[in-house]
């Protein structure tokens, strides 16, 4: 706990030893009377904030975790430990930096009451929230007592999920490095990998075993889940405003966890490299936990480009980028798919089309390229 003056305090006090002063230097009683009672007025509110707030307190903030925009609460707990007289508080929590009031209501002895107070989620990161500071004020607001409530904890702001309609099924690429597609029905043999203990033993590729002295479990894929990737451009050139950063990651968010959520396997990655994140089939239960937290704390750069989409999550390509991207060099990345498509957030433009067989969306939000994915890709 600190005690301190407030300014009022200051002023009074300042003003108690100017009048104290000149009232003795000039012998005016009346002068020297009203500065000494101003003193020590001041020095009772000092007095009165010395000891502690009879309250017993707790703090918690639910949830850590919460999409932008979403509800975050922060909740305040205070029990009354007072014999006889009522207790006045503020409090203030602070949020990456930020003030952020709580009301308290006048706590009568013994009472108990909770209050419940607003954490921001406007902007999408990982945030310190707290400490939480109560404040007492003393005789006539002359002092107040500090105190420190509750630790500080981090709230993960991740993008928005938006609504929006699945994968186009039925269509995805051959064996590894082929590119034919698949149709609908049937499995496909998508890759080897050595046995593991509890691997069906009916999915041993007996050919490969053999020839190789190593037990090798065949991967098949059914080609109504085609592995979705999406490529996401987080280089600071493409998007003349933040805002259409925040929309392009919403996109890009919105696509994998409605995928993840139909289970199908999913990659993420930055063209600058710096995220590259899979979720695979055994795992796709719908928990996109993984790929939102590496969005929370996506930023833009200014890098060069290194990275590609690797062969086999070659299935559904959604390259998300912004206005001013090098659309050329995303559409030749987004052709190597078996199904490519180009999600644009662009203010100036909108509607669907194709390039190089390659089909481009544009809208001026998130809302709208995720309405045209419905329209022209879902299905």
């Known amino acids: 706990m600190s005690v301190r003056l407030t300014a009022r305090g200051v002023g009074a006090l300042v003003l108690g030893a100017l009048l104290a002063g000149c009232g003795l230097w000039w012998r ?66 602070e949020v990456a930096g930020e003030p952020v009031p709580v009301d308290i209501p006048l706590l009568a002895p013994g009472e108990q009451t909770k209050v419940d107070y607003r954490i921001p989620t406007d902007r999408r990161g990982v945030w310190k929230v707290g400490p939480l500071t109560l404040r007492r004020r003393g005789l006539a607001a002359l002092a107040e007592a500090r105190t420190t409530v509750g630790a500080v904890v981090e709230v993960r702001v991740v993008p928005r999920v938006l609504p929006v309609r ?20 049937g499995t496909d043999l998508v890759g080897l990998r050595e046995y593991v203990p509890g691997d069906d033993l009916r999915r041993l590729h007996w050919a490969t075993s053999a020839r190789t002295g190593t037990l ?53 990655l930055t063209v600058s490299g710096s995220v590259d994140v899979e ?73 669907l089309s194709a390039l190089g067989g390659v089909l481009v969306i544009r809208a001026a939000d998130a809302e709208g390229v995720l309405r045209a994915w419905d329209t022209g890709v879902a299905r």
């Open 279 to 351: 979720v695979g089939a055994s795992t796709a239960d719908g928990d996109a936990a993984s790929v939102l937290s590496e969005l929370a704390e996506l930023a833009m750069t200014d890098a060069e480009p290194t990275s590609s989409v690797p062969v086999r999550d070659l299935d559904v390509v959604a390259v998300v980028c912004g206005a001013e991207s090098e659309l050329s060099a995303l559409l030749l990345e987004a052709g190597r798919a078996a199904f490519g498509v180009v999600l644009s957030v662009d203010p100036s433009a909108s509607g």
């Open 166 to 185: 699945g994968l186009p099924s039925g269509a995805r690429r051959g064996q590894v490095g082929a590119d034919e597609r698949v149709e609908r029905g």
């Open 28 to 93: 005016y009683p009346g002068l020297a009377a009203l500065g000494i009672a101003l003193t020590v007025i001041t020095l009772v509110g000092i007095g009165s904030v010395l000891f502690a707030a009879p309250v017993a307190t707790s703090r918690t903030v639910r949830p850590r975790t919460v999409q932008r925009l979403g509800a975050c609460t922060g909740t305040l707990e205070l029990t009354s430990r007072a014999k006889r007289f009522r207790v006045l508080l503020d409090g203030t929590d």
């Open 216 to 268: 090798m479990i065949r991967e098949d894929a059914d080609p109504a889940r085609p592995h979705l990737a999406v490529l996401l451009d987080d280089r600071a050139a493409g998007y003349p405003e933040a805002r259409q950063f925040e929309d392009a990651v919403e996109i890009a968010a919105s696509l994998l966890t409605s995928a993840i959520g139909d289970g199908h396997p999913v990659r993420l």
